[in-house]
């Protein structure tokens, strides 16, 4: 297949709108748990699921670090109309109070768990078992309606099944940590299923099917399954390729897997390997109607993609591709490390190099064109608009831009001024340096300013001014 034939996909107003929710209020909504001392070392899972009847059955292992010791109490969130049967803290029955959160318009359904310890813990890790279960809120997909206030993507139907962090299905700590993953779910015989990390195996016990998933330093617990789930595989050249879909044509399943392939090669060649549990990418084409636009949302060598919004603009234009989009998401596999203000590292990066892959796999021309879309949308911002070094998780548009696409310029900006070669290699040493960390802006300016000496005002003058373009020199 011609790859120049491929275009950007077209987002629509509508879901810019839910784009722009999603990275405000997900950003927001950690960022309030992110002062909470204790973070999930590790999830050992055991989940039953009844499609038809809704309901979710997990008996829950954790291994629990904590920042600061001594401690009487910690918190996490699980989702607001699930019941907790048992709670243990090494081994011995623990207290513990319920308090409802203020729905957000992605986490419209939370409540906040707050454990008393048996006895002061002095050690910094400690082992928590609970038993819960219940059935989520039904709450509609996103997009479903015209100004709709709450939305959640996360359901369990006769139709299919779909939890990740936004539903806070399994007990949720906060956003940006690593932890392993010890999953076993157990479904009806006739469904199929894909989750975070690797699949170990499967096994028929009776009427039920179990399968069993693995994961090394995952960011979240991801379970989608249909009666309908079809699995596409491809072995390429040091990665596999897993398309799990229920009615995508397959020729898009066949430039899917070779645009993929492209990517992760491109990416890794310019930064170094990163984290894909068993070195199998896997993009999955949920059988949701609506939900998240774009390319959906990414998570260690994980992207869950809306298969009805897809197939909508397939529909509309038969050229359709989620390159663009697709490169991002596959780009946050290697840039996730910004916390809390400087997640705004993590946005310009997987978007400056989503426009990298469009010029070095698709064309120049689609390159420029992503430049003069940043621009368009950069150069009228008013003066008060925040500059990168303080531009906040919360607001509209103004913040959007400020993340996505002046950070964009702004590396476009220093690539010009000291070459691919010199720009590409600083970006791999910044990788390799800080993934796995969670870093803000103070360490961003720090490592930048000694890899680029002189030209380091050139990168202050883009990270502090506020407003649209800074006066720089371009050429």
């Not at 960390?437 to 300016?445: A, P, Q, V």
């Amino acid at each position: 297949m011609t790859q120049n034939n491929c275009r950007i996909p077209i987002i629509t107003k509508k879901s810019k709108r839910w784009l722009f929710f999603f990275s405000v209020y997900f950003s927001c909504f950690f960022w309030a748990l992110s002062s909470e001392p204790a973070h999930p070392k590790s999830y050992h899972l055991k989940v039953h699921i009844e499609p038809e009847s809704g309901e979710i059955f997990v008996q829950s292992k954790l291994c629990i670090h904590f920042s600061d010791t001594p401690l009487e109490k910690f918190s996490f969130n699980l989702h607001g109309t699930f019941q907790i049967n048992k709670l243990k803290i090494n081994g011995r029955p623990a207290e513990f109070t319920e308090m409802k959160n203020k729905p957000w318009i992605i986490f419209p359904c939370t409540k906040k768990i707050t454990v008393y310890l048996p006895e002061k813990n002095k050690a910094q890790d400690l082992r928590m078992e609970m038993t819960y279960h219940g059935k989520l809120k039904n709450i509609p997909e996103f997009g479903t309606h015209k100004n709709q206030k709450l939305a959640l993507d996360d359901q369990v139907n006769s139709r299919m099944i779909e939890l990740a962090s936004y539903s806070c299905w399994y007990p949720l700590f906060t956003f940006g940590n690593r932890f392993d993953i010890h999953l076993e779910l157990s479904l009806p015989e006739n469904w199929n299923c894909v989750c975070s990390g690797e699949e170990i195996k499967t096994q028929k016990n009776g009427e039920r099917m179990f399968s069993h998933w693995s994961s090394v330093d995952d960011t979240d617990i991801v379970i989608v399954a249909s009666p309908q789930l079809k699995l596409k595989s491809y072995q390429g050249d040091g990665i596999n390729i897993h398309i799990y879909h229920t009615q995508m044509p397959q020729s898009f399943i066949n430039q899917e897997i070779e645009q993929i392939e492209k990517t992760v090669h491109l990416y890794t060649n310019l930064l170094g390997k990163t984290v894909i549990p068993g070195r199998i990418v896997k993009h999955v084409f949920s059988p949701k109607q609506k939900g998240q636009g774009g390319a959906g949302i990414a998570r260690p060598g994980m992207i869950i993609t809306s298969e009805g919004l897809t197939l909508e603009s397939l529909k509309k234009d038969p050229a359709f591709s989620l390159f663009h989009g697709m490169a991002h998401e596959i780009a946050h596999f290697w840039w996730n490390f910004g916390s809390n203000q400087g997640d705004w590292i993590n946005e310009t990066f997987a978007e400056y190099f989503s426009s990298v892959a469009d010029q070095r796999i698709i064309s120049e021309e689609k390159f420029q064109n992503n430049l003069e879309k940043y621009l368009s949308l950069t150069n009228p911002l008013s003066e008060t608009a925040p500059s990168l070094s303080k531009v906040p998780f919360e607001g509209g548009k103004i913040n959007y831009i400020v993340r996505y696409y002046k950070g964009s310029l702004m590396l476009d900006s220093i690539r010009k001024r000291v070459g691919d070669f010199e720009f590409f290699s600083i970006c791999k040493d910044f990788y390799q340096t800080f993934f796995g960390d969670l870093i803000g802006t103070d360490e961003f300016r720090e490592f930048w300013e000694n890899k680029l000496g002189k030209n380091k005002l050139l990168l202050n003058k883009w990270l502090d001014s506020q407003g649209g373009i800074p006066p720089i020199d371009w050429e």
